[in-house]
């Protein structure tokens, strides 16, 4: 089946420490992005990437990195920089374009204890 | 003011009642997005359009824009529609990304 997977859907970590969440695609989609989520707040955009080995900015990409190696995969990386990391966090994933529909992944629910 | 205002923020509705959920968007835009969020968190796509109306079994969603203007529409709700709905634009600028409105809480009480 074609879709959008997140590894893990709970994630738990201490304050301090790195953490990496997966995104993997198999829709052979060149566009990838991913999303932040609060309570009573739309969804904001964290960072971007359009094409393999390049990504861009979005919102609020202060605290987070990411890499795009390769076209399925779109990880993200919250570091300890992040003042507030206790989200939600989609993946999503389109074709490059002004008719590219995002499609999402299940999300991740970060917890920083 | 956010660049996309949805209202209302929350709505209750009884089983079988016709529902409207508001979209107005201050950017020019090529396409406007409606979503579905259940409360395990996932996102599904309900419709993307850029003129008129698209219809999708009980789901009805129409876009104006002169007015700058969208509706979701519900027929005939049920308990399986509460579900938090987003509007979210295509910029004409923008490239491939969405501008996000609040969302809205729907719930259908059987």
């Known amino acids: 089946d074609g879709g959008i997977t997140q ?3 709970y994630l738990f970590r201490k304050e301090g420490q790195n953490v990496t969440l997966s995104c993997e695609q198999n829709l052979n989609h060149d566009a990838m992005y991913w999303y932040r989520q609060d309570p009573g707040q739309g969804l904001r955009l964290i960072y971007y990437s359009q094409i393999v080995n390049d990504f861009q900015k ?10 795009r190696e390769k076209k399925e995969s779109f990880p993200l990386t919250v570091t300890s ?3 507030n990391p206790t989200a ?10 002004l008719w590219g529909e995002q499609f999402f992944g299940p999300g991740t629910r970060l917890t920083v204890l | 003011k956010n660049e996309v205002e949805q209202s209302p923020q929350n709505l209750t509705a009884q089983e079988g ?35 008129g109306k698209k219809k999708h079994g009980r789901l009805i969603a129409t876009i104006n824009i002169q007015e700058k203007h969208s509706s979701l529409h519900i027929t005939a709700s ?13 910029g004409e600028t923008s490239g491939s ?12 009480n059987p």
């Not at chain 1, 939600?88 to 389109?94: G, H, K, P, R, T």
């Not at chain 2, 529902?19 to 259940?38: D, E, F, K, P, R």
């Not at chain 2, 308990?79 to 979210?88: H, L």
């Open chain 1, 7 to 9: 590894s893990p859907k």
């Open chain 1, 58 to 67: 979005g919102d609020i990409a202060e605290g987070y990195s990411v890499s």
């Open chain 1, 81 to 83: 920089a992040q003042k």
């Open chain 1, 88 to 97: 939600f966090y989609l993946c999503a994933s389109s074709m490059v374009g």
């Open chain 2, 17 to 51: 009642e016709f529902i409207t959920i508001n979209c107005s968007y201050s950017v020019g835009i090529s396409a406007l997005h409606w979503l579905q969020q259940h409360p395990g968190g996932g996102i599904v796509s309900l419709f993307m359009l850029s003129s």
């Open chain 2, 78 to 90: 049920h308990p399986r529609d509460s579900a938090v709905y987003i509007c979210a634009a295509l």
């Open chain 2, 97 to 108: 990304r969405l501008t996000f409105g609040e969302g809205t809480q729907l719930t259908v």
